[in-house]
């Protein structure tokens, strides 16, 4: 019995403790929470349009001039076209074309990504913004140190380098002063139009050298290289990027001559390549 009032003394000091904890802790659950984070806000667009079934019939038949040639069976496999294999067709797709003609051989692909960014602080607009300059800048666009292609503020900066198309051996664009895919004059006056000289205008005064693009999408750039390796014929590629919101879409618009002495047209590829470029941001506002 002399040890009751111990006991009792032990369990007096062990409520007191247990109480002292649950105050502290409810103190500390009523005091105000850190800074609230504001999330970037995510971007317009939540998927990406078919891109076989992007092109009309009758826009390809007009970029592709040899599926006219083929039998009925075989157009329609060729207009089909040929998707492109992705990992993740939420987020990237494409499609390609291909066309024989006894003249030349024409190649059209396209391309739409949509951008996400995984960082909250970073809108999808924001991101999509910094891919496409990155881009702009790796195809060293004559003069793009204009105002209005400087990289904006965040967005990775070029490496410095040439594009992967144009670290290629023979390569030239026209009017970069680094050279054309074949240095003979008698190459470039058989090109049949005065556009199809690389290095210089059109016929008509019109300046066809790489170049930033207005009124297509949020922001917009043409590419035109011309290639050639050893004896064989030379091919031109018109590439056109296109950013709008948080989607980027590549067009590119080949085509290689049968003839070695043959200069591909860069007006015509061009002008066409433009035109699908701006029918596909349509489809991507639809």
Known sequence: MAYVPGVALLA???????????????????KPGGPTVTTAPPGKYRTLPAPCRSVPGSTLKDLLPGVAELSRQQQEKALRGSPTITYDTDRKV?????????????????????????DPLVSDDDR????????????????????GTAPEKG???????AGEE???KG???PGDGKGSADPSPSTSDSAGSPSGTPGTPGGGGEDLRPRVISGLGDAAFLDDLLTRAGSTAQHRTVSVVFRTSNVIVTVR??????LVTKVPDSKELQDKAQALARKLAEVISE
Not at 94 to 118: H, M, Q
Not at 253 to 258: I, L, T, V
């Open 12 to 30: 007096a000091l062990a409520v007191g403790c247990s109480a002292g904890s649950d105050g502290s802790a409810t103190d500390a659950d009523s």
């Open 94 to 118: 494409g499609c390609s074309w291909k066309s024989d003609a006894p003249d030349s051989t024409r190649n059209l692909s396209i391309d739409f990504e949509r951008v996400v960014s995984y």
């Open 128 to 147: 999509a913004r910094a891919l496409y300059v990155k881009k702009e800048n790796a195809a060293e666009l004559p003069g793009s140190a204009t105002p």
């Open 155 to 161: 967005a990775p900066k070029s490496a410095g380098g």
């Open 166 to 168: 144009g670290q290629e």
């Open 171 to 173: 390569t030239g664009k």
């Open 253 to 258: 618009y080949g085509e290689q001559p049968a």
